[in-house]
């Protein structure tokens, strides 16, 4: 399986705001799997406004999946979403996310989902939650040979890059994985674009790739 990390790099006013507003998508993909919260300007929402998802849809199955502490599968989106409840990091309020890792995995498996976006740590709030992502590194590389992935796309938060990257190292090595480690994608940046100015001198703006021009598309 090929190990792709998806390095985000995000924009002053998300950093401040605290809020993910873009999202780039990858083309091809049969799933992606995010964190059941849909309440608000998070990654869950930025996906949505990507690919045109109803809204209401997704804090419906969210409510559902956090209250099952499950994760749920919905087959009518494409690609195909993988819900998984909200966890707490390291502060320890959800001891069950060996468990939780495990059971998508056994969905993507019955699925047979050969290319998966992994979509929770992109947009990373305070520290890097090494505890947690350890305990996923783990089940993922030790689970390797039961899975159907070809490719995992993981998403990771351009301010913890190095941190995700030593960690890497540790966990591979104790499943003898080749040293050359993970290959690196950098994600496409979004940044505001003024294109337009109102008669009253303001200007309007769209959230768009910043590779793109002023008449970018809108995200």
């Given at each position: 399986?090929?190990l792709?990390f998806?390095?985000?790099?995000?924009?002053?006013?998300e950093?401040?705001?605290?809020?993910?507003?873009?999202?780039?998508?990858?083309?091809?993909?049969?799933a992606?799997?995010?964190?059941?919260?849909?309440?608000g300007?998070?990654?869950?929402?930025a996906?949505?406004?990507?690919?045109g998802?109803?809204?209401?849809?997704?804090?419906?199955?969210?409510?559902?999946c956090?209250h099952?502490q499950?994760?749920a599968?919905?087959?009518?989106?494409?690609?195909?979403?993988?819900?998984?409840?909200?966890?707490?990091?390291?502060?320890g309020?959800?001891?069950?996310?060996n468990s939780?890792?495990?059971?998508?995995?056994?969905?993507?498996?019955?699925?047979?989902?050969?290319?998966?976006?992994?979509?929770?740590?992109?947009f990373?709030?305070g520290?890097?939650?090494?505890?947690?992502?350890?305990?996923?590194l783990e089940?993922?590389?030790?689970?390797?040979?039961?899975?159907?992935?070809?490719v995992?796309?993981?998403?990771?938060?351009?301010?913890?890059?190095?941190?995700?990257?030593k960690?890497?190292?540790?966990?591979?090595?104790?499943?003898?994985?080749?040293?050359?480690?993970?290959?690196?994608?950098?994600?496409?940046?979004?940044?505001?674009?003024?294109?337009?100015?109102?008669?009253?001198?303001?200007?309007?703006?769209?959230?768009?790739d910043?590779?793109?021009?002023?008449?970018?598309?809108?995200?």
């Open positions: 399986m090929r792709i998806c390095v985000r790099e995000h924009t002053f006013d950093i401040q705001m605290g809020h993910l507003l873009g999202f780039p998508a990858i083309l091809g993909l049969d992606i799997s995010a964190t059941a919260n849909a309440n300007f998070t990654p869950l929402t996906i949505a406004r990507t690919y998802w109803q809204r209401e849809q997704l804090e419906a199955a969210s409510a559902q956090n099952r499950e994760v599968v919905i087959k009518a989106l494409s690609p195909t979403l993988l819900l998984v409840p909200r966890t707490h990091g390291d502060e309020r959800l001891p069950n996310v939780l890792i495990a059971d998508l995995l056994a969905a993507v498996s019955h699925l047979k989902v050969r290319s998966l976006h992994f979509t929770h740590f992109g990373v709030q520290r890097f939650p090494e505890m947690e992502v350890r305990t996923i089940t993922l590389l030790g689970s390797l040979h039961q899975s159907s992935l070809d995992l796309y993981w998403d990771i938060d351009q301010r913890v890059l190095n941190d995700m990257i960690l890497y190292s540790r966990v591979s090595s104790r499943y003898q994985l080749k040293p050359r480690g993970p290959e690196i994608y950098m994600a496409p940046k979004f940044t505001w674009h003024p294109v337009a100015t109102t008669p009253d001198g303001h200007s309007l703006h769209v959230f768009a910043a590779r793109e021009t002023a008449t970018g598309s809108l995200h």
